[in-house]
């Protein structure tokens, strides 16, 4: 098969445009391609007025391949073997059923392995499932009754869930291609495959979730909803069982000798317990910051010129960083085109905000995070949980600030660059559902990173033009974006007691959907291969 890379079409161009002009690059009749497949779909809209869409395809023939590819340099055309995930042989012998802790990306797709490979996985999710998990977190954005167990956090499909299902990261792994397989074929849309920057959106990931479940279930797997993780029993060093507390609040003992931990990065009561049984952990740098609304009129004018509002393009979006030669840096994450800002928290008198998009992205906003780096010397003491404390520390000032009630912190952008309170929204409108209460982003984050975004803003308004727009407006604070502790594993992928494996997000392993999915689908193989 021939990868041929660096195609340019122009907007509305077919397939059949897109095989010939392919064909033309190496010199073959398009009618010889026994296969044909577009592997990765961008914009270049470096040229305004003459935005391109530029693909790589997969092409195969029957026979020549060789000799076309060798005319190439290989970042034009090369080789490549069709993909195919490969299930390692199971080398465990023990009977007992593993156990899964959280149903996010990394315990979804740790249990379609497992139960693939017969294992029968027992999943136990704190929060409820998907359906009943959407009302809970309705109830809070309108009632502000939060349920610390079923909400933006927790539940089936993980924080991930309500957000704009960004498929988008920085690892090199081919695992990755698996995990966008797998969410394919459990409903998410086909251009996942081969977008360059893919997304399912929110409203579409409900169903790819509960598709996944009833899988993992038909193979022999069960997932338990409304079920916490209370305790770990160890002898010997090794995990003999587990504790946890149902919906009911009824506890119970199982036996075990595999617990994969997928508990997200916001399960501070049980990483709490890992630590007091002695499971080794360290402090984890992250980041701390605001969402930025703007109309998304203006950052698709800004990105895409006068060919602002053809829909063929979609939403806009960017990517900024702002990094200082002697200073610290900001940079944006999760970016939402066409979405909300949305109220976050897991714990009762804590504030959090994120961003979420459906998959249409057509909402009258764009929001992102605006976010700076936390290094552990910045940590109250070396103690290793000390990063959830200045987490937390963060997000009840947020709550105090915002008046109390989950109403969230906010502050127009043109007054954060004067040094000034807000009083008042102007012309861009807050989309958090639970309000917001105009203050100053300084009362709720510590000075070096209010003073860094202000940087950073006054930088990313050079490179998209309106960036610092006086109206847009600062929704804070955005604590969340990854663990900030690192559960210890060897390169077995267990901790110091033997049988219990870190994963994902949570763990300090992963950041963001695709990748606590493939560390995920790597600590399932970790099972299979332990001769246990």
């Not at 997304?199 to 598709?211: E, S, W």
């Amino acid at each position: 098969m021939l990868r041929i890379n660096e195609i340019q079409l122009d907007l509305g161009q077919t397939k059949e445009e897109l095989m010939k002009a392919a064909g033309e690059i190496i010199g073959v009749d398009p009618k010889d391609f026994i296969s044909f497949e577009v592997a990765r779909e961008s914009i270049d809209s470096r040229k305004k007025n003459s935005i391109k869409m530029v693909y790589s395809v997969d092409a195969e023939l029957s026979d020549g391949e060789e000799e076309i590819a060798a005319r190439f340099s290989s970042n034009k055309v090369s080789l490549r073997e069709k993909y195919k995930y490969i299930m390692p042989p199971v080398k465990r012998t023990s009977s007992s059923r593993p156990v899964i802790v959280g149903f996010g990306p990394a315990g979804m797709l740790c249990g379609l392995i497992l139960a693939k490979a017969g294992l029968r996985p027992i999943i136990l999710e704190r929060g409820n499932d998907v359906d009943k998990r959407t009302k809970d977190v309705n109830t809070f954005w309108t009632k502000r009754h939060l349920n610390e167990n079923s909400n933006v956090q927790f539940g089936e499909g993980g924080a991930g869930t309500f957000s704009d299902g960004k498929l988008t990261t920085g690892i090199k792994d081919s695992r990755c291609r698996e995990v966008l397989n797998q969410l394919y074929i459990h409903g998410a849309p086909e251009d996942i495959l081969y977008s360059a920057r893919p997304h399912i959106g929110t409203d579409k990931l409900c169903g790819v979730v509960k598709n996944i479940r009833e899988d993992i279930i038909s193979m022999g797997g069960e997932v338990r909803f409304g079920c916490r993780l209370t305790d770990i029993i160890v002898a010997n060093n090794f995990i003999h069982g587990y504790t946890y507390e149902d919906a009911e609040g009824r506890i119970a003992d199982e036996e075990t000798d595999c617990i994969i931990l997928c508990i997200g990065h916001s399960a501070r009561d049980t990483v709490k317990m890992l630590y007091e049984k002695g499971i080794k952990m360290q402090q984890k740098a992250f980041s701390v910051g605001t969402r930025i609304e703007h109309p998304q009129e203006l950052i698709n004018k800004a990105q895409y010129g006068s060919m602002w509002n053809d829909k063929r393009l979609g939403a806009a979006d960017y990517k900024l960083s702002n990094h200082p030669l002697h200073g610290r840096g900001g940079y944006t994450f999760c970016m939402c085109p066409g979405g909300t800002v949305v109220a976050a928290s897991s714990e009762e008198g804590g504030m959090v905000v994120n961003g979420m998009s459906e998959y249409a992205r057509d909402g009258e906003n764009a929001n992102s995070a605006i976010l700076v780096g936390i290094e552990p010397e910045y940590f109250e003491d070396e103690h290793p949980l000390s990063g959830i404390e200045f987490q937390r520390k963060i997000e009840k000032a947020g709550f105090l600030f915002g008046g109390s009630d989950y109403t969230a912190p906010a502050q127009l952008v043109g007054d954060f660059l004067r040094d000034m309170p807000s009083k008042k929204p102007g012309a861009v409108r807050p989309t958090c559902p639970t309000g917001v209460n105009f203050t100053d982003i300084r009362n709720v984050l510590p000075k070096y990173v209010t003073d860094t975004i202000k940087d950073a803003v006054i930088a990313f308004d050079k490179k998209l033009k309106g960036f610092a727009l006086y109206d847009a407006v600062l929704t804070f604070p955005e604590s969340r974006s990854s663990s900030p502790v690192r559960i210890l594993r060897d390169e077995f992928f267990q901790t110091n007691v033997r049988g219990l494996y870190p994963c994902g997000e949570g763990a300090g392993y992963a950041g963001g959907i695709v990748s606590a999915a493939v560390d995920g689908i790597k600590c399932a193989e970790a099972v299979l291969n332990d001769e246990t």
